[in-house]
């Protein structure tokens, strides 16, 4: 079946890195995302990575993936304020127009 | 960059009353997708449309229908509103089918009184 779990909190100081992280069920998914989700506003896709790559890096993002694991992480260096969000991690299936299945999302908190 | 645009930003619907909600996908985007995001939900995926055709059917109930014009916009039609339906509806495109480039709209914030 499809299943995406994340942790729901994250809270880190401002300046450290932020790791999240998520593990699917879906051998089979081919994309996996991660989505940002500020207070009230829409989903802002921040990058994803294909199933056959293990890390993709992105200015201050890194992404890793561990399929034999079915693993997850985002990892975001010198987290600032602006950072604050609601972090969904997200998979799919190469097909045309397949849906995209989101984790419960974690809530990113950034502490002085 | 254009974006997704949905319309209408707020809605605010009485108990079984219908609603329509529009989509307007980023030029040269054929696929369109639909979701649903209940009050500190995941978005939850309702239906999508690939060339004006229905592509994929999540969780979207019978009260609901949809479709895709030629033009490529998509309208999400709702019908006997109960106040479980409150929720928070995007749209999201692609182009091509390649959901690897799927860009969400702002949603539109339903609320069912």
């Known amino acids: 079946g499809e299943d995406v779990e994340q942790s729901l909190f994250l809270s880190v100081r401002e300046g450290d890195s932020s790791v999240i992280n998520c593990t699917y069920t879906?051998?089979?998914?081919?994309?996996l995302y991660w989505y940002k989700q500020e207070p009230g506003a829409g989903l802002q896709l921040l990058t994803y990575i294909f199933s056959n790559m293990d890390m993709k890096q992105d200015q201050r993002l890194t992404v890793l993936l561990n399929k034999k694991d079915k693993h997850l992480s985002l990892r975001i260096a010198d987290t600032q304020t602006g950072d604050s969000a609601i972090y969904f991690c997200?998979?799919?299936?190469?097909?045309?127009?397949?849906?995209?299945?989101f984790g419960s999302g974690t809530r990113l908190s950034i502490r002085p | 960059a254009a974006g997704v645009i949905q319309s209408p930003r707020h809605l605010i619907k009485e108990k079984r009353e219908t609603a329509t909600l529009k989509c307007y996908p980023i030029?040269?985007?054929?696929?369109v997708y639909w979701y649903q995001q209940g009050p500190g939900q995941d978005p939850q995926f309702l239906i999508s449309f690939y060339e004006k055709m229905q592509s994929d059917k999540g969780s979207i109930p019978d009260r609901f229908s949809a479709q895709q014009f030629s033009d490529y916009h998509s309208e999400l039609n709702m019908s006997s509103l109960e106040l479980g339906d409150s929720a928070l509806y995007f749209c999201a495109s692609s182009p091509g089918g390649q959901n690897t480039e799927a860009f969400f709209g702002q949603g539109t914030r339903l609320t069912v009184v």
């Open positions: 879906d051998s089979s998914s081919t994309y």
């Open positions: 030029p040269r985007h054929d696929t």
């Open positions: 997200a998979e799919s299936k190469y097909s045309s127009a397949s849906k995209i299945i």
